[in-house]
């Protein structure tokens, strides 16, 4: 075929892979192409298909219903294509292929996926199991409140440094979010309190990674992760997902009940545009509704007009 690309998959995969170290890509990016070109080698092998004979049926046709037939989430789906259109436009790029095979390959609609937050009763509970009189009960209290305040995902929060943290200015930056695009996030007097406790606590140490284990080392994703996960369950709590991740969608939710605006929430979360911050707005509405009926300004002030009234009568 003139499309016979000039490399083999594996070699064609190693260098699409160093473009993306060099293109400073997250590593959270890095391993989702990795992951999703594994998929991709899954497919043509479990189909007795060569790499150098791929064409652009073979992607929109038979790997979709391939991705399809697995009963993958669609946003996996959306995920497994992305990598692939991303992969093939950099070997069409760089000349290892004539066309670029993926060009016509259309990502399918991902579902909305529920949100989950914690309810107020559930967040008590939870911050409730650290025992404070340790170390590392202190710090996994911290690390939750830290959460809860600023709404910043795991990622952001297990690389804070402590240079990150202003205590005059009450914020803390994070360098490097979602997208690599930094941003500063505010904090308020209890959470900086803890902050205080807690980095007095942790000591100098020959680097600055705010979060340490007991072995005076940095804490990392995996671990920050499982600790939640861990507090949650000791908690016992039912009827939403006990993770990280929750605090921050939990963050989002009480934020706008207690009068916040969509977009400066859109500011503190890191959210690309208004759409994702919309989407609280909207799932949240009944419970804004509600709020709104408690602390309605003409509510309040007809009801004690007629009070008012009646004891006049």
């Known amino acids: 075929m003139s499309?016979?690309?000039?490399?083999?998959?594996?070699?064609?995969?190693?260098?699409?892979?160093?473009?993306?170290?060099?293109?400073?890509?997250?590593?959270?990016?890095?391993?989702?192409?990795?992951?999703?070109?594994?998929?991709?080698?899954?497919?043509?092998?479990?189909?007795?298909?060569?790499?150098?004979?791929?064409?652009?049926?073979?992607?929109?046709?038979?790997?979709?219903?391939?991705?399809?037939?697995?009963?993958?989430?669609?946003?996996?789906?959306?995920?497994?294509?992305s990598t692939c259109q991303v992969f093939f436009k950099y070997l069409w790029q760089e000349g290892y292929l004539e066309t670029n095979i993926a060009a016509d390959l259309k990502l399918i609609k991902a579902a909305n996926r529920a949100i989950f937050t914690f309810s107020q009763e559930q967040i008590a509970a939870i911050l409730q199991q650290p025992d404070t009189t340790t170390f590392t009960g202190l710090r996994d209290l911290t690390m939750m409140l830290v959460l809860l305040e600023t709404g910043m995902r795991v990622m952001e929060?297990?690389?804070?440094?402590?240079e990150d943290i202003d205590f005059q200015s009450g914020t803390i930056r994070i360098p490097s979010g979602k997208g690599r695009k930094p941003r500063v996030v505010p904090i308020q007097r209890t959470c900086l309190n803890q902050l205080d406790r807690y980095l007095r606590e942790r000591g100098e140490q020959p680097f600055n990674d705010c979060w340490i284990t007991l072995n005076n080392t940095p804490l990392r994703l995996a671990a920050v992760k499982r600790i939640m996960i861990e507090h949650c369950k000791a908690a016992h709590i039912e009827g939403t997902r006990g993770s990280a991740h929750t605090f921050r969608h939990t963050m989002a939710k009480t934020y706008l009940l207690n009068g916040g605006d969509a977009f400066s929430l859109m500011h503190i979360l890191g959210h690309t545009n208004i759409e994702m911050t919309q989407r609280y707005v909207d799932l949240f509405s009944q419970d804004l509704h509600d709020q709104h009926q408690k602390a309605s300004p003409i509510e309040a002030i007809l009801s004690a007009k007629s009070d008012d009234s009646e004891v006049e009568a």
Request: hydrophobic share 40%; aromatic share 12%; glycine share 2%.
């Open 3 to 81: 499309n016979s690309p000039a490399v083999s998959f594996s070699e064609a995969v190693r260098l699409f892979l160093q473009d993306c170290k060099l293109r400073n890509l997250t590593e959270t990016t890095y391993e989702f192409y990795k992951f999703g070109l594994r998929t991709l080698e899954q497919f043509m092998d479990e189909n007795n298909l060569e790499f150098a004979r791929l064409t652009p049926f073979d992607l929109s046709n038979r790997y979709m219903n391939y991705l399809l037939d697995r009963k993958l989430a669609s946003a996996t789906i959306r995920g497994r294509i």
């Open 157 to 162: 929060l297990t690389n804070i440094k402590v």
